[in-house]
């Protein structure tokens, strides 16, 4: 089946770790974005990469690091630099056609403790 | 600066009833629309979109119209169900496939049996 597969689902962190969310698509997508959800905020976007070996950043990069090393594949890193990493994160992509529709993952639930 | 609002952070509907969702945009560059669904713990699931060569668009229970002079579009749901209730979001993107969707920041629809 194709698609878009986060983990974990639910991530407990202690502050000050880094930790790194994983996101696996096969759908041949070209572009994969990483966004956060809070309450009343809507989706905010972290980081984007529209290719191999290049991304770009959002509104909210400030905390993260991402890579691209394969096209399959968008790693997000919260480092200890993210103030308030508690969030519902969300890993999105999406083909290079009209509207750039873009389809998501089931998210990962990360909680500092 | 929000380029896309939903300004009705709630609704509620009776069941067989029209649910009329709103979202505004300030960015004249935007010319393509999706609406997504979103329900608690789970990713945004793709509904509809609409380019702005249209004013309309359907899918069975789900319409959207854009009104491009007003910077306005809205989804329309009819008859509502129970199962509809979720948090629903508006995004846009200029459609050029090289810049990431912007999301307004969700209204929650309660359908009522």
């Known amino acids: 089946d194709g698609g878009i597969t986060q983990s974990p689902k639910y991530l407990f962190r202690k502050e000050g770790q880094n930790v790194t969310l994983s996101c696996e698509q096969n759908l041949n997508h070209d572009a994969m974005y990483w966004y956060r959800q809070d309450p009343g905020q809507g989706l905010r976007l972290i980081y984007y990469?529209?290719?191999?070996?290049?991304?770009q950043k959002g509104d909210i990069a400030e905390g993260y690091s991402v890579s691209r090393e394969k096209k399959e594949s968008f790693p997000l890193t919260v480092t200890s630099a993210q103030k308030n990493p508690t969030a519902f994160y969300l890993c999105a992509s999406s083909k290079y056609d009209t509207g750039n529709a873009a389809f998501f993952g089931q998210g990962t639930r990360l909680t500092v403790v | 600066d929000q380029q896309v609002k939903q300004n009705s952070p709630s609704l509620s509907v009776q069941e067989g009833r029209i649910s009329i969702l709103n979202c505004d945009y300030t960015?004249?560059?935007?010319?393509?629309f999706l609406w997504y669904k979103k329900y608690p713990a789970e990713g945004p699931t793709f509904l509809i979109s609409i380019s702005s060569i249209k004013d309309k668009n359907e899918d069975g229970r789900f319409t959207v119209f854009l009104n491009k002079s007003a910077k306005h579009l809205s989804l329309h749901i009819v008859p509502s169900q129970p199962g509809d209730s979720a948090v629903y979001f508006c995004?846009?993107?200029?459609?050029?496939?090289?810049?990431?969707?912007?999301f307004g920041k969700g209204t929650r629809l309660s359908v009522i049996a």
């Open positions: 960015n004249s560059m935007f010319d393509y």
């Open positions: 995004a846009a993107s200029d459609g050029s496939g090289n810049t990431p969707l912007v």
């Open positions: 990469s529209q290719i191999v070996n290049d991304f």
